[in-house]
Structures are given as structure tokens and as C-alpha cells.
């Protein structure tokens, strides 16, 4: 009989045995590996297998081990069987997730209801709340015995710290993004787009610029200019949910939250760009002038104009349907929605910026699209597409902070003393790199649209959030070959960082630096 490869596991101080198969048998050799249940993962040369233990104890946090580390590496789960001898099954994919989407919004929506009974003179931003509680609710799931009712939502949350990032992209994104452009007051915004256009693409490239500068002279010798300009243009994606709910509550100037909210929509699209450029330059080894243009006209260039005409074409076919019928407000309502997530996903396959082509397509249907819905459907389609943004708004923000959790609890990172000095100063420069940036621009901007003011200014430095999306870049270029895994694990670390604190720094303290 052909002996089977062993994986030797630690939990705490016992040391148990699981048996792995594979599928077909590879080799015979033994993987000797010993290393923490909650640590990152080993890399497993093995391709499809299954794991066959008997002993209960072990439960469901083999199961986390192989089903949600192990992925992050070579290996292929799509055959996987967890099976324990005598306790329960592993739950299915489809039900985690499901199970996941259902108390992420039963505890968002609760949230929500406790968080308006506080006093305003104390009550903290919503979105920082999620955060937090997605953080500790990470922190609580590793502790989750087996057999608890915790146990499922538990396993859920792992999932999620796991999540392909081009998941969040596709179903999270596209319905924030197209609620945030078509709503957009163009008869305001079109005085403030030149000016968020510059805060948007030029302000990106300095923002990156100064990271990039830092990281490279901070983080070590593994950290070379490419890897670092990464990191930059990670970075300079803003999120600026929490500074916005701020201004409309101290009824602040409506052109200060466009324009804040207006440059974090375009900009978005410019720094992922940015993110592609430089990942292609560390995976090809070389820098081409001529790939980096083609990188800029197909994602930016491309993703503007196929959302446009993707507007127009669904401007067309609402007006089709006004002809057969004048008012048909499910069907309307279904062409937008519909329409959000096929723009994404079309401009995604044909190798554009999904995120540009959602963008140019909302500010193209608050533009053109107006006059294309029935009056009835005019209302539905505004409340449909807002209740998709805040249950996305809502899920981002928990799973944010149970990805924030993970990132920072990298064990070969986070027990480092060094490491979290380098955080917090990558944190403070991010606001200084946005202040400078800001400091460079800003005889343009003040002269530009309706202007800038001292404390606006000041407004606009401080409002630079970092949330989700800067998450799911960091675990997107997990799979960027030719970046060894501490300088990967170092990266995730330092986003996680950088999104923690300015929520919780600059989210928190928004009202204040206001008034």
C-alpha cells in the first residue's frame, strides 16, 4: 500500500495527525509542517485532495485551515471532502455565504437602530461602528467551539477573510458606485468635475508618488520601487462614507460632500490602473512604455467610452419600452439593475476597468438617462438602487473589519514591534502625501468651479478614508508572482493598518475637525 503524505498540525500545545490523500496519489514524500491555527498558511504542493481525521477536537478548524488557507496558495478545493468521524459535515459553500449575507444585515440593521438612540454629541459614525464590530466578530470566530450555534456564522466570517476580491468587486461595487454617480447633482457637479478630475488622476499619481517614497525608504530591501509605488496606489483609493453622513449632518456646504464624494468615484478607477500598471511591471520584470499606454487607454480611456455608449444603449432600450408601454415601472427598475452589474462585468472580460465603465455609465445616466424612466418608475428605480448601495454599504464595512482582523493578525508581521511603528508612520503619511498633494493643487482648485476656503481645504485633506476596496486590492495582488510572502504578508498588514486607522482616527474625529 502507497504510504500517504502526513501534515502534522499545532493546536496550542497538542499536536494531532491528519491524514492526506491525494487525489491522484502525487508522490510519496511526508510534509513534516507545525505552525498555529489562526497563522498563515503553509504552502501545500498539492492540488486536489481530501482530509480524513478522526479526532473531534479538531472540528471545524481543520476544515478553516484547508478550505480557506490552503486556497490562498496552489492548491485547488473543488473536490475537497472534509469528513470528522462522528462530528458534522463541513457546511456547503452556498450556505455559509448565505448564512453570512443573512447576519451581516440582521446585525448592520440593529446597529443602525441602537446607533440613532445615542446622543449625536457622542454618537460614532455608522460606518466606523460596522468596522469595528466586523473586527471583533473576526476575533470572536476563532474562538467559536465546535458544535455552537456561533459555529456556522463563525465559519462564514472565515469565508469572507478569504473571498476571492473579485467577488466584492463585482457584487458589492457596482451598486455603490452607480447609486453615488447617478445621483449626483449635475447641475452642481459640472462646475466641481474639472476639480475633481484633478484631485482624482494628478492627485493619485503624487499621492503614490510620496507613499511609494516612503515605503521604499522604510520597509526594508525587499521592498523595491515597483512594490512600493504598489503599495501607493493601493493606498490612494478614498472612502469617504463616513466623512459625507458627517458634512450632510452639520449641514456643511453641498459642493464640499460633492466634491469630496466626487473625486472618491473617479478615483477609484485611476488608482486601480495605477495598481495594474505596477503589477504587471513586477510580474514582466521589465518596465514597457508601450504596455503601460495600453494599460491607460484600455482600462481609462476604454472604461469611459464603453460606459457611455452602454448608457446610451440602455437609454434606447428604456425608451423602446415607453413606446409599448408608458409606464411599466418593474421593468424599468430591472434594465438599471441589470445594467449596473452587466456594465461591470462586460467591461471587466473585455480586459477595461470594470469600476471606470460603472462610473462613466451613472454620471452618464444622470446626464442623458433623466427623462428616459416614466414618472412611476423615475421613484422606484432611486429607491431600488438605494437600498441595494446601503445593504452593499453595510456588508463592506462588517466584512472590512473581518478582513482588516486578518490581515493584521499575519503572525510573522503583527508580533513585530518594528512593524507597527512603520504602520503608524505609514499612517501619517498618508495625510501628510494628501496634504502635500492637496498644498500643490490647490492654487488650481481655488480658482477652479465654485472654489476652496481655508477650512474646506483643511475638510478635504482630512476626509482621506481608506475602506474596503483597499482591502480587496491587498488580497487581489496576493497572487502577484515574483513578490515573496512576508513582503505580501507586510503589505497586507500595513492596508489594514492604514484602513483601521484612518476610520478610526479620521472617521471619528470628522465633526470635530469641522466645527
Given at each position: 500500500m502507497t504510504p500517504q503524505p502526513t501534515v502534522h498540525l499545532r493546536f496550542g500545545e497538542d499536536v494531532s495527525e491528519a491524514m492526506i490523500e491525494t487525489s491522484p496519489p502525487e508522490n510519496d514524500a511526508e510534509f513534516d509542517r507545525e505552525f498555529q491555527a489562526d497563522a498563515a498558511a503553509p504552502n501545500i504542493p498539492i492540488d486536489d485532495f481530501s482530509v480524513t481525521y478522526s479526532n473531534d477536537t479538531l472540528g471545524s478548524d481543520l476544515s478553516y485551515i484547508f478550505d480557506n488557507q490552503a486556497t490562498r496558495t496552489n492548491g485547488s478545493l473543488s473536490d475537497s471532502n472534509i469528513i470528522a468521524g462522528g462530528a458534522s459535515q463541513h457546511h456547503s459553500e452556498f450556505i455559509v455565504t448565505i448564512t453570512y449575507v443573512f447576519f451581516a444585515l440582521s446585525i448592520a440593521t440593529?446597529?443602525?437602530?441602537?446607533?440613532?438612540?445615542?446622543?449625536?454629541?457622542?454618537?460614532?459614525?455608522?460606518?466606523?461602528?460596522?468596522?469595528?464590530?466586523?473586527?471583533?466578530?473576526?476575533?470572536?470566530?476563532?474562538?467559536?467551539?465546535?458544535?455552537?450555534?456561533?459555529e456556522l456564522f463563525a465559519e462564514s466570517i472565515h469565508l469572507v477573510e478569504n473571498i476571492n476580491p473579485e467577488v466584492v468587486f463585482f457584487l458589492i461595487l457596482p451598486p455603490l458606485l452607480y447609486e453615488e454617480g447617478a445621483n449626483l447633482n449635475w447641475h452642481v457637479f459640472r462646475r466641481l468635475m474639472w476639480s475633481a478630475l484633478i484631485l482624482a488622476f494628478p492627485g493619485v499619481v503624487l499621492n503614490l508618488f510620496f507613499i511609494g517614497l516612503y515605503a521604499f525608504a522604510a520597509f526594508g530591501p525587499s521592498w523595491t520601487l515597483p512594490i512600493s509605488f504598489l503599495l501607493g496606489s493601493m493606498l490612494s483609493t478614498t472612502d469617504p462614507v463616513a466623512v459625507v453622513a458627517a458634512l450632510q449632518n452639520l449641514h456643511a456646504p453641498d459642493k464640499l460632500a460633492l466634491l469630496i464624494d466626487g473625486e472618491s468615484l473617479l478615483n477609484d478607477g485611476s488608482a486601480i490602473v495605477g495598481v495594474l500598471i505596477f503589477q504587471?511591471?513586477?510580474?514582466?520584470?521589465?518596465?514597457?512604455?508601450?504596455?503601460?499606454?495600453?494599460?491607460?487607454?484600455r482600462c481609462a480611456?476604454?472604461?469611459?467610452?464603453?460606459?457611455?455608449?452602454?448608457?446610451?444603449?440602455?437609454?434606447?432600450?428604456?425608451?423602446i419600452v415607453g413606446k409599448f408601454d408608458h409606464s411599466w415601472p418593474t421593468l424599468e427598475t430591472s434594465i438599471v439593475v441589470v445594467g449596473m452589474f452587466l456594465c461591470y462585468l462586460i467591461g471587466d472580460l473585455l480586459h477595461m476597468s470594470g469600476i471606470i465603465a460603472v462610473v462613466s455609465l451613472a454620471i452618464s445616466m444622470a446626464v442623458i438617462g433623466?427623462?428616459?424612466?416614466?414618472?412611476?418608475?423615475e421613484h422606484q428605480v432611486h429607491a431600488v438602487v438605494s437600498q441595494l448601495a446601503h445593504?452593499?454599504?453595510?456588508?463592506?464595512?462588517?466584512?472590512?473589519?473581518?478582513?482588516?482582523?486578518a490581515m493584521l493578525s499575519q503572525s510573522d508581521v503583527a508580533t513585530d514591534p518594528i512593524e507597527w511603528i512603520r504602520m503608524i508612520g505609514l499612517y501619517l503619511i498618508l495625510?501628510?502625501?494628501?496634504?502635500?498633494?492637496?498644498?500643490?493643487?490647490?492654487?488650481?482648485?481655488?480658482?477652479?468651479?465654485?472654489?476652496?476656503?481655508?477650512k474646506e481645504t483643511i475638510m478635504l485633506i482630512f476626509s482621506g478614508l481608506r475602506g474596503a476596496v483597499?482591502?480587496?486590492?491587498?488580497?487581489?495582488?496576493?497572487?502577484?508572482?515574483?513578490?515573496?510572502?512576508?513582503?505580501?504578508?507586510?503589505?497586507?498588514?500595513?492596508?489594514?493598518?492604514?484602513?483601521?486607522?484612518?476610520?478610526?482616527?479620521?472617521?471619528?474625529?470628522?465633526?470635530?475637525?469641522?466645527?
Open positions: 440593529m446597529v443602525q437602530f441602537l446607533i440613532r438612540r445615542i446622543p449625536k454629541c457622542i454618537r460614532p459614525p455608522y460606518a466606523v461602528t460596522l468596522f469595528g464590530i466586523g473586527a471583533l466578530f473576526s476575533y470572536w470566530s476563532r474562538k467559536a467551539a465546535h458544535g455552537t450555534w456561533f504587471n511591471m513586477i510580474e514582466s520584470g521589465t518596465f514597457s512604455f508601450f504596455s503601460i499606454v495600453d494599460l491607460l487607454f480611456i476604454g472604461g469611459c467610452l464603453f460606459g457611455v455608449l452602454f448608457a446610451s444603449a440602455e437609454v434606447l432600450f428604456l425608451k433623466r427623462g428616459s424612466f416614466s414618472h412611476e418608475a445593504f452593499s454599504n453595510q456588508i463592506i464595512w462588517l466584512a472590512g473589519g473581518h478582513m482588516t482582523a495625510n501628510l502625501a494628501r496634504g502635500l498633494s492637496t498644498w500643490i493643487m490647490y492654487p488650481t482648485l481655488a480658482r477652479m468651479g465654485y472654489g476652496l476656503n481655508l483597499c482591502i480587496a486590492l491587498a488580497m487581489l495582488i496576493r497572487r502577484t508572482d515574483n513578490i515573496d510572502q512576508h513582503t505580501l504578508n507586510q503589505m497586507g498588514f500595513y492596508v489594514a493598518g492604514a484602513v483601521m486607522l484612518t476610520l478610526v482616527v479620521n472617521g471619528s474625529t470628522i465633526e470635530m475637525v469641522y466645527k
